[in-house]
């Protein structure tokens, strides 16, 4: 089993860039497909980004497209979501999630089956 905590959420002004960290502890996370997911008050949990395995695949949202890049460092257990050109509609509490097959490239919440507890985001306008 895999413990995941993200970290690096915050407070920004529109316009701003955060960038998410996922550390992962228990297991190496190269077994694991990883995603970011969020979830605003009163809506349901939405897919952000996905990473293969081994970091060469990679799928994101349209509202992602563009602005947030994922990435990995299997060597340092940790996985990142780069997050540019931020506005108040990217306000939420962030998720990393893994999937223990590596040949998925589930947008799915439910295909994920194991979460950290999420880090809030929070954009002014």
């Known amino acids: 089993q895999v413990q995941l905590v993200e970290s690096g959420g915050g407070l920004v002004q529109a316009g701003g860039s955060l960038r998410l960290s996922c550390a992962a502890s228990?297991?190496?996370?190269?077994?694991?497909?990883m995603g970011w997911f969020r979830q605003a008050p009163g809506k349901e949990r939405e897919f952000v980004a996905m990473?293969?395995?081994?970091?060469?695949?990679?799928r994101s949202a349209d509202s992602a497209q563009g602005r947030f890049i994922i990435s990995r460092d299997n060597a340092k257990n940790t996985v990142y979501l780069q997050m540019n050109s931020l506005g108040p509609e990217d306000t939420a509490l962030y998720y990393c999630?893994?999937?223990?097959?590596?040949?998925?490239?589930?947008?799915?919440?439910?295909?994920?089956?194991?979460w950290g507890q999420g880090t809030q985001v929070t954009v002014s306008s």
């Open positions: 999630a893994a999937d223990r097959d590596c040949s998925t490239r589930s947008t799915i919440p439910r295909s994920y089956d194991y």
């Open positions: 990473i293969s395995c081994a970091g060469g695949r990679t």
């Open positions: 228990g297991r190496s996370l190269s077994s694991y497909t």
